[in-house]
């Protein structure tokens, strides 16, 4: 396992945003452990987890030319890595999306840089059935910019779909949405890493069968 998916897990576990126990997801699947990217709430651990994704957008060598955070919590997490970036030299534009579009001073959804023309780098927390990831690939197309990949601290490497997987995929979400759009998505870590990386500490002992069965059900 490289380095910074070792920092990022010891880091995730230690601000407690990885927990294990029974969490209901967005898909109404019934998930025996749950990522809290909020739980990266101080500006050491928010520096850190910045230095986890630019780490690995740079392992992949991906080639864009601005940062795009989907409300709401991409957006601190787009800005955190515009600065580590700022700060290894490359300085780039940023922008985000607003949930409510607003009427009055400049107006619109979008703040930010403008996307027109830009090879977009789209930062998010998690893809899970990968829903909630496509909403703002709709908002940075209808803008006439690029999509050049997505960065995701985890990727829990499920098949598409709700409380039932669609049968008619073999794909995780990533895997489905990298083919569909012809661009990388990245992740710090993904379910693997995690299984792997907790496969040899007590403490995490007592989760490994819910995890293993999970797997075997929604896992890709
Ligand atoms: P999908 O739309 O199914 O990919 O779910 C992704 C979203 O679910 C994330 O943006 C989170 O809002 C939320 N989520 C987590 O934050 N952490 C998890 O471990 C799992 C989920 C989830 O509900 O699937």
Redesign the pocket.
């Known amino acids: 396992m490289t380095d910074h998916k070792t920092r990022f897990l010891n880091l995730a576990l230690d601000a407690q945003a990885l927990k294990f126990g029974e969490?209901?997801?967005?898909?109404g699947?019934k998930?025996p452990?749950?990522?809290?990217?909020?739980l990266f709430n101080s500006g050491r651990l928010m520096r850190e987890l910045a230095i986890g994704y630019v780490d690995a957008i740079e392992h992949a060598g991906l080639d864009f030319d601005l940062i795009f955070g989907p409300a709401y919590?991409g957006i601190p997490l787009a800005t955190a890595i515009a600065v580590e970036l700022a700060a290894r030299g490359r300085d780039l534009p940023l922008a985000y999306n607003r949930k409510e579009a607003k009427d009055h001073g400049e107006g619109g959804t979008l703040v930010g840089a403008p996307l027109q023309g830009r090879k977009v780098l789209v930062v998010?927390?998690?893809?899970?059935?990968?829903?909630?990831?496509?909403e703002s690939l709709d908002i940075i197309r209808a803008n006439g910019a690029h999509i050049a990949g997505i960065a995701i601290a985890?990727d829990?490497q499920?098949l598409?779909g709700g409380i039932e997987p669609d049968p008619s995929n073999t794909q995780s979400?990533t895997q489905s949405l990298s083919a569909e759009l012809g661009v990388p998505v990245l992740a710090i870590a993904t379910l693997a890493d995690l299984v792997a990386f907790t496969a040899d500490d007590e403490r995490f002992l007592q989760h490994a069968d819910a995890i293993a069965a999970y797997r075997q059900r929604y896992g890709a």
Request: glycine share 6%; net charge positive.
């Open positions: 969490f209901t997801l967005k898909s699947r998930s452990y749950f990522f809290n990217a909020g919590k998010d927390d998690v893809i899970s059935a990968g829903t909630a990831i496509r985890l829990r499920e598409p979400a």
